[in-house]
């Protein structure tokens, strides 16, 4: 077996959770300052000197002809003005001073088809200073490096023309203290091929109905992402991706000096990508190999509290990945899981704007609960391929409103699904949280919220679980133990009802307003066959009549009365008594309690009338009588050769 090389733990600083890592070109710092030697120090002087870097600075036309040359021509706290930047000697070290309140600024000259690298050394502890670069021509930013760590980095790509960049040096938060100042420009032409190749690993800790069951196993850190990077400024020089089995392969051309392999917790398949970042900063956290002296074999692995946990939430989640892009064709779409060891969100874990917040905290922790991960990676799936009505709030261990029961039990089916057990096991510091979707028990028993609901209707209040278990019996095969059980749509089926009918729009709503429990059961009925659904309706006491009530179209779902001017008055006629309903006689007037067992005087049918009945709460929206002159009112301006004409009004 090949040896696991000792890694170092990483945090690549972004200022943006949400953004990408690549978006992010400085590194966190974690290698001691390069002290550059005499033998490097002027690693391009053959291809820069006096004469064309005169040229270059007059070219990029920078605001003073009169800049200093070199840093012996300024004060002891550096050139304070763009207009007054220092011009750089490629692969010579500068030393200054950052003052108070002030900047200082420095010209390098790059030329064409040449990167450029810039490395500020200081002392963190002294006083945190900032590298920022941009083109000195437009003053267009081009890298920052706001590390914590004694060191700034930024690496530029090449370009095709000659270009002057203009680098600022200040202190975080009014921070001084002095530094060491070193730009590079680097020919790729010049570079050595540097092949290196290996497998990344990271720890599973495998879980039970009866929580973790002791194990740590060592498994790939498949499609994750793996670079090989210059370690004095950072510089990305090849990148990839491990595969299924987390072997990668990569080659680039390095320049002399050390270099290492990263990886980084971000996981790409198809369009659908994850990553994992603290809590604290939004870093996106990666593991590295050692310094490099040569290609090779380099072997890396996840280990511990931090990395190892990142790397795993990246592993749960890119399960689902797979399993989305494996039936949604073209997905696209990116999520981050903020996470941290030892740090708990005031949710617990929770779900919003493509971001989970996980939670790391020592009383609840979810970075091993892998039905947590999957569960709150199920929000974000219906969200951006699916729907629901949830309107989000506490759920847990409550009888909640149907909306909210099938937004929180389709996300547990969903991580069901992608884990293929109908266990939802959530460990605690001590204790364990283990419900079975197939009994629908919690710990091994059952409790008699998890049948019906609180009002004995499909509107009220009930179980996260009994919509999860449901939709698992649903998805599962038969089987005898469950003679209710004869639906078995599998993970294809699922998908499709989840994707090419729910989340088109296409789902008929038949039960309270809104997606629902009941108008799964009312799919099923349509797709499969109505008594085979009202099977599993009824071992979970669910009061909707499937077969009763089938209803296979979309559309309005009609209000089971009509509103009729009878003999100069308006009545509301219904063949059945009504739930309590709602008057208002204008569409912005208060309403007004209304009851009415099936028929009902609401007033005189005069021709500015209007009377609105709803009831809230109710698949239908309601019905309105509008008279004849408001409604020739409401349609406004007037009929002219088959045209509606209103007068023009000034916008304000």
């Known amino acids: ?33 390069v002290d550059a030697g005499p033998a490097d120090a002027r690693v391009v002087d053959a291809e820069v ?4 870097v005169d040229a270059l600075v007059a070219d990029a036309a920078p605001p003073d002809e009169g800049a200093p040359a070199d840093a012996s021509a300024v004060g002891p706290c550096g050139a304070g003005e763009p207009a007054d930047a220092v011009r750089l000697e490629p692969g010579v070290e500068v ?36 590298l920022s670069v941009f083109d000195a021509a437009d003053r267009r930013p081009l890298a920052e490096s706001t590390t914590a760590a004694d060191v700034e980095r930024a690496a530029l790509p090449p370009e095709p023309e000659a270009r002057i960049l203009l680098i600022e040096l200040y202190g975080f938060r009014g921070a001084t203290g002095p530094y060491r100042l070193i730009g590079r420009t680097l020919d790729p032409a010049t570079g050595q091929a540097l092949a290196v190749s290996g497998r990344v690993t990271a720890i599973d800790r495998p879980l039970g109905p009866a929580g973790f069951t002791g194990e740590e196993r060592v498994v790939p850190a498949a499609d994750v992402e793996v670079e090989l990077v210059r370690v004095e400024d950072g510089a990305t020089i090849a990148r990839g991706r491990a595969d299924a089995d987390g072997l990668y392969a990569l080659e680039g051309l390095a320049q002399p000096g050390p270099h290492r392999v990263r990886a980084r917790a971000a996981v790409r ?28 074999a380099v072997d890396l692995h996840a280990g511990g509290p931090s990395a190892g946990a990142a790397f795993h939430i990246a592993d749960v989640a890119r399960r689902a990945l797979v399993a989305i892009d494996r039936h949604v064709e073209g997905a696209e779409a990116g999520l981050v899981y903020r996470w941290q060891a030892g740090v708990p969100w005031d949710c617990g874990s929770c779900y919003g704007r493509d971001v989970i917040r996980l939670g790391g905290g020592f009383a609840d922790p979810d970075e091993f609960d892998d039905a947590i991960i999957l569960h709150e990676l199920g929000h974000w799936f219906v969200d951006h391929f699916s729907a629901d009505d949830s309107p989000g709030g506490t759920h847990r261990d409550l009888q909640v409103p149907p909306a909210l029961a099938y937004g929180e039990g389709v996300a547990y089916f969903f991580a069901a699904l992608i884990d293929a057990s109908p266990w939802i096991v959530d460990t605690f510091i001590d204790s364990i949280r ?27 209040a009930l179980r996260e679980e009994i919509v999860a278990g449901i939709l698992w019996d649903a998805h599962d095969a038969a089987r005898p133990e469950e003679p209710f059980d004869t639906i078995g749509l599998g993970e294809a089926g699922m998908f499709a009802v989840l994707v090419d009918v729910i989340g088109a729009g ?21 797709l499969e066959d109505p008594a085979a659904a009202q099977a599993l309706a009824d071992d979970r006491q669910f009061p909707w009549d499937v077969q009763g009530d089938l209803q296979c179209e979309k559309g ?6 009509t509103l009729v001017d009878r003999g100069g008055r308006v009545w509301l006629e219904a063949a059945a008594p009504l739930p309590p309903l709602r008057l208002r006689r204008g ?13 009902c005087d609401l007033g005189p049918a005069e021709g500015d009338a209007i009377y609105i009945v709803s009831a809230p709460g109710q698949a239908w929206a309601g019905g309105a009588w509008v008279g004849p002159r408001r409604r020739a009112s409401l349609a406004g301006g007037r009929v002219e050769r088959g045209l509606r004409i209103s007068p023009s009004v000034r916008s304000r």
């Open 49 to 52: 000197d006096a004469g064309p």
């Open 556 to 561: 309005q779902v009609p209000a089971p009365f």
């Open 434 to 460: 283990s419900i079975d979707l197939e009994a629908v028990t919690i710990g091994g028993d059952t409790l008699p919220e998890f049948q019906g609901t609180t009002t004995g209707r499909a509107g009220g």
């Open 506 to 526: 296409a789902l008929v709503d038949v039960g309270p307003r809104g997606i629902d429990l009941a108008d799964w059961l009312n799919l099923l009925g349509c």
């Open 587 to 599: 569409p912005k007037a208060a309403p007004t309690p209304l009851r009415c067992l099936g028929r």
């Open 1 to 33: 077996m090949r040896r696991l090389l000792p890694v170092l733990v990483l945090l690549v600083a972004c200022g943006d959770p949400s953004a990408s890592p690549d978006d992010a070109a400085p590194l966190d710092g974690a290698t001691p300052p």
């Open 95 to 130: 030393a200054g001073q950052i003052c108070r309140d002030r900047s200082a600024y420095y010209l390098l000259a790059v030329p064409p088809g040449h990167e450029a690298s810039v490395v500020l050394t200081f002392q963190h502890a002294v006083g945190d200073l900032e």
């Open 269 to 296: 398949v198809g369009g659908l990508t994850v990553e994992v970042r603290d809590t604290d900063s939004g870093a996106l956290y990666a593991i590295e190999s050692p310094d490099l002296a040569a290609g090779g």
